[in-house]
Every structure is written in structure tokens, then in C-alpha cells.
């Protein structure tokens, strides 16, 4: 009867740690989404200059979601492990204050996706590896004509590829 007992006790225990986990887990991504949120709408207001950036689908890491829910049929995207490779090299380009970003390696990496879901895909990874959005990142370390250049590399990339 009392081990009985001890395994209720447990069981129930068990099931509360797992209540608080997913809470945890399903409020933590809902307050992520309202920052993501919160910092476009603020960077629009705040340098409207850099709007650019803050509109264009590519840059944002639900965008692949966003497609693949709506269009029917195979659409390309990146494997995990190419759009992680993409986002490290690219992160590679962005050096500290005291030293001169390498643009033309940022420019290259952005070459290299072939349309705006990989950019999404990069984008994500980006931020899942170094905790900071990539619209931020280059709004940090690039000048409006440096923006500029990225936008015309990614605004004409086309929304993205069936296979």
C-alpha cells in the first residue's frame, strides 16, 4: 500500500515537472516572437534608413515557414548543417570595433543563396547560434550604403525555388 502511495507521489511529481517545462518552453518562444516583433517595429521608427532591412522577407527566420505552409508542391531549402555553415562564415566577416568589417566576404556569402528562403534559413541559424538577429547585427556594423548593397544582392533573389 505505501509503495503504492510513493509511486502516486511520483507520478504525480513527474507530471507537474513536465506541466512546468512546457510552459516554460511555450512562453520563452512566445516572448522571443513578441521581442522579434518589437525590435522591427522599433528599428523602423527609430532609422528609417534602414527599413530596407526590416521589410524584406528574407531577412525574416519565419519566412520558410511561412512558404512552406502556403505553397503546395516541394520548395528547395538549405540542409541545417549548410544554412549553420553559411551563418558561421558570415558571422566570420563582422569584426569588432577597432577592426574593419570584411563587407566583400558578407556580399559573397549573400551571393551565394539562391533565393529568399535560404537567406531565411542563414538568417535563423544565425541567430540560434549567436543570440542576435541578423537585421541587427548588420544595422550594428553596416552604413546605409552598405545596407543598400545587401538589399540589391537579396532583393532581387527570387522567393524561393520548387525542386
Given at each position: 500500500?505505501?509503495?503504492?502511495?510513493?509511486?502516486?507521489?511520483?507520478?504525480?511529481v513527474?507530471?507537474?515537472?513536465?506541466?512546468a517545462?512546457?510552459y516554460?518552453?511555450?512562453?520563452?518562444?512566445?516572448?522571443d516572437?513578441?521581442?522579434?516583433?518589437?525590435?522591427?517595429?522599433?528599428?523602423?521608427?527609430?532609422?528609417?534608413?534602414?527599413?530596407?532591412?526590416?521589410?524584406?522577407?528574407?531577412?525574416?527566420?519565419?519566412?520558410?515557414?511561412?512558404?512552406?505552409?502556403?505553397?503546395?508542391?516541394?520548395?528547395?531549402?538549405?540542409?541545417?548543417?549548410?544554412?549553420?555553415?553559411?551563418?558561421?562564415?558570415?558571422?566570420?566577416?563582422?569584426?569588432?570595433?577597432?577592426?574593419?568589417?570584411?563587407?566583400?566576404?558578407i556580399?559573397?556569402?549573400?551571393?551565394?543563396?539562391?533565393?529568399?528562403?535560404?537567406?531565411?534559413?542563414?538568417a535563423?541559424?544565425?541567430?540560434?547560434?549567436?543570440?542576435?538577429?541578423?537585421?541587427?547585427?548588420l544595422?550594428?556594423?553596416?552604413n546605409?550604403?552598405?545596407?543598400?548593397?545587401?538589399?540589391?544582392?537579396?532583393?532581387?533573389?527570387?522567393?524561393?525555388?520548387?525542386?
Amino acid at each position: 500500500m505505501r509503495k503504492t502511495a510513493n509511486l502516486q507521489f511520483l507520478g504525480g511529481v513527474m507530471v507537474l515537472g513536465l506541466t512546468a517545462s512546457l510552459y516554460y518552453s511555450f512562453t520563452k518562444k512566445r516572448k522571443d516572437n513578441l521581442t522579434d516583433k518589437f525590435l522591427m517595429i522599433l528599428t523602423q521608427k527609430l532609422d528609417p534608413s534602414s527599413k530596407g532591412l526590416a521589410s524584406e522577407n528574407a531577412f525574416d527566420i519565419r519566412y520558410k515557414d511561412r512558404v512552406l505552409h502556403t505553397i503546395s508542391g516541394n520548395i528547395a531549402v538549405l540542409k541545417k548543417s549548410r544554412a549553420i555553415q553559411l551563418a558561421k562564415q558570415l558571422h566570420a566577416g563582422f569584426k569588432p570595433w577597432y577592426q574593419d568589417d570584411n563587407e566583400e566576404l558578407i556580399y559573397t556569402i549573400l551571393r551565394e543563396c539562391k533565393d529568399k528562403v535560404q537567406v531565411s534559413q542563414m538568417a535563423k541559424a544565425y541567430r540560434d547560434e549567436y543570440k542576435i538577429n541578423l537585421i541587427e547585427q548588420l544595422q550594428k556594423h553596416f552604413n546605409a550604403t552598405e545596407i543598400a548593397k545587401v538589399l540589391a544582392i537579396v532583393n532581387p533573389l527570387p522567393p524561393y525555388r520548387t525542386v
